[in-house]
């Protein structure tokens, strides 16, 4: 599985973007997807998170301002990121689950939101 996000830039305080990873190669084994992220200095933590029968999972901290969802045609899965916060600053990771006899976890490479106060 290789995972291509985008979408990442610099956006003022209360702005909004949008984030895409499209998933590419054995893509039928993927049970979940989602979005991490890291700021300087911290540890990588999970920001969202969609599972294959479309149930979500959210950091309390954006509770109520993102939006993950995934289009099965395109492979893809988005995070929409409104009312952003200068706290959401950091590195956004894509990330992919799949469960064939082992878990296994994929990343895609980073995208940086830096988000201006």
């Known amino acids: 599985v290789q995972l291509q996000a985008s979408g990442g830039g610099l956006v003022q305080a209360g702005g909004s973007l949008r984030l895409s990873c499209a998933a590419s190669?054995?893509?039928?084994?993927?049970?979940?997807m989602g979005w991490y992220r890291q700021a300087p200095g911290k540890q990588r933590e999970l920001v969202a998170a969609?599972?294959?029968?479309?149930?979500?999972n959210y950091a309390d901290s954006v509770k109520g301002r993102f939006t993950i969802s995934r289009d099965n045609a395109e492979n893809t899965v988005y995070l929409q990121m409104n009312s952003l916060k200068p706290e959401d600053t950091a590195v956004y990771y894509c990330?992919?689950?799949?469960?064939?006899?082992?878990?296994?976890?994929?990343w895609g490479q980073g995208t940086l939101v830096t988000v201006s106060s």
């Open positions: 190669g054995s893509i039928s084994s993927i049970n979940a």
């Open positions: 969609i599972a294959s029968g479309g149930s979500t």
């Open positions: 990330n992919a689950a799949a469960v064939v006899g082992l878990l296994y976890v994929y």
